[in-house]
T-cell receptor, first 114, second 112 residues
């Protein structure tokens, strides 16, 4: 089955701790994205990557870091510099094969601060 | 670049119709519509690429007015399963392809 997986489903972070959210896709998509969603808000872009070994900051990159060493994987690290990390984090990948460049989302990771 | 959605919330009875609007201050390349159920990921509904294009699937359809830089999503004869938050995402004409800007969402509640 082709799709996007994110793990864990729930993640708890202690103050001062870095945590890493996993995102894997087997859709052979080149581009991948990380979004943050807060209650009553839309989706805000954290980082995106259009190709392996390359990524760009989105609108709210401060306190986050990413890597893109493999086409299939785009992990997001929430660092201790992110003072308000509690949110729903969504990973997406983009299908460039169809017209319009549709993005598809993984199931999400809910991050909570202890 | 974030598009503006209206209304913020809609409450319907089963079988009623609804319209959700999405407008941008920028010239648009495409408009994408998603539906998100509580606690789940957004699910892609449809994409509109050309001005004047209309698309539909069963009782959910959408239009794209390129000149007015806006799109509308039409839900007819609503069903309980239509409940959720609807987001539009826009790609600006001339911007990095694939960079989507999302509206804040419209919460749709359908009652029996």
């Amino acid at each position: 089955d082709g799709g996007i997986t994110q793990s864990p489903k729930y993640l708890f972070r202690k103050e001062g701790q870095n945590v890493t959210l996993s995102c894997e896709q087997n859709l052979n998509h080149d581009a991948m994205y990380w979004y943050r969603q807060d209650p009553g808000q839309g989706l805000r872009l954290i980082y995106y990557s259009q190709i392996v070994n390359d990524f760009q900051k989105g609108d709210i990159a401060e306190g986050y870091s990413v890597s893109r060493e493999k086409k299939e994987s785009f992990p997001l690290t929430v660092t201790s510099a992110q003072k308000n990390p509690t949110a729903f984090y969504l990973c997406a990948s983009r299908d460039s094969g169809t017209s319009g460049e549709t993005q598809y989302f993984g199931p999400g990771t809910r991050l909570l601060v202890l | 670049q974030q598009p503006v959605q209206s209304p913020q919330a809609v409450i319907l009875r089963e079988g009623e119709d609804a319209v959700i609007n999405c407008s941008s201050s920028k010239a648009l390349y495409s408009v994408h519509w998603y539906r998100q159920k509580h606690g789940e990921a957004p699910v892609f509904l449809m994409i509109l690429l050309k001005g004047g294009e209309q698309k539909g699937h069963e009782k959910i359809s959408a239009s794209f007015n390129e000149k007015k830089q806006q799109s509308s999503l039409y839900l007819t004869a609503s069903q309980l399963s239509y409940s959720g938050t609807y987001f539009c995402g826009t790609v600006d004409r001339g911007s990095t392809l694939g960079r989507l800007y999302f509206g804040r969402g419209t919460q749709l509640t359908v009652w029996p």
